[in-house]
T-cell receptor, first 112, second 114 residues
Framework: DSGVTQTPKHLITATGQRVTLRCSPR?????VYWYQQSLDQGLQFLIQ???????AKGNILERFSAQQFPDLHSELNLSSLELGDSALYFC???????????FGQGTRLTVV | AQSVAQPEDQVNVAEGNPLTVKCTYS??????LFWYVQYPNRGLQFLLK??????LVKGSYGFEAEFNKSQTSFHLKKPSALVSDSALYFC????????????FGTGTSLTVIP
């Protein structure tokens, strides 16, 4: 168990809908990262938050947004969903001064 | 720009034999290099990292990796493979200059044959 908790584990929704994925980082970790894993794109970095502030942005679509709350949990919001958004979404967290990150078990999103 | 290449989609090895999973990287500046393993329907588990120092780093479950700056490689190795090592292995690079997010390779599926 990495200590990073993601909910829900599975999500099935229709095209055009909006969903929210939730991540609780390991205790004490201030950085949260979101990644998307799909068959055609592999593992791609979406966005990073550090102590509530956006720190870095990767290949994140404009339809996607994220935030980190004062208790350090993070949410990834995906809207106007398309079939191609079906993927495994991972959250990871790390502590300042340590380069490695620890990953949650992911949320599998299926858009139908 | 940072990138990682894993040239082999699939590696098969007999149980008890040594295994190698290859990774090459491209990064400006000094790289932070990592190996992660993913079992079916699970998240990525951290195996080991290279930040600085000894070129041979040891990690979890008997795995080690060798950093080679001249060849820009960071191959994962294990002296004696176990059937339970069968999984998907990802090499990743990061840099403190860009927020420490990872750039992953495409992954190598390792199958250890009993």
């Amino acid at each position: 168990d990495s200590g990073v908790t993601q909910t829900p584990k599975h999500l099935i929704t229709a095209t055009g809908q909006r969903v929210t994925l939730r991540c609780s980082p390991r205790s004490g970790d201030l950085s949260v990262y979101w990644y998307q894993q799909s068959l055609d794109q592999g593992l791609q970095f979406l966005i990073q938050y550090y102590n509530g502030e956006e720190r870095a942005k990767g290949n994140i679509l404009e339809r996607f947004s994220a935030q980190q709350f004062p208790d350090l949990h993070s949410e990834l919001n995906l809207s106007s969903l398309e079939l191609g958004d079906s993927a495994l979404y991972f959250c990871a967290s790390s502590v300042e001064g340590r380069a490695e990150a620890f990953f949650g078990q992911g949320t599998r999103l299926t858009v139908v | 720009a940072q990138s990682v290449a894993q040239p082999e989609d699939q590696v098969n090895v007999a149980e008890g034999n040594p295994l190698t999973v290859k990774c090459t990287y491209s990064v400006s500046g000094n790289p932070y290099l990592f190996w992660y393993v993913q079992y079916p329907n699970r998240g990525l588990q951290f195996l080991l990292k290279y930040i600085t120092g000894d070129n041979l780093v040891k990690g979890s479950y008997g795995f080690e990796a060798e950093f080679n700056k001249s060849q820009t490689s960071f191959h994962l190795k294990k002296p004696s493979a176990l059937v339970s090592d069968s999984a998907l292995y990802f090499c990743a690079v990061s840099s403190p200059n860009t927020g420490n997010q990872f750039y992953f390779g495409t992954g190598t599926s390792l199958t250890v044959i009993p």
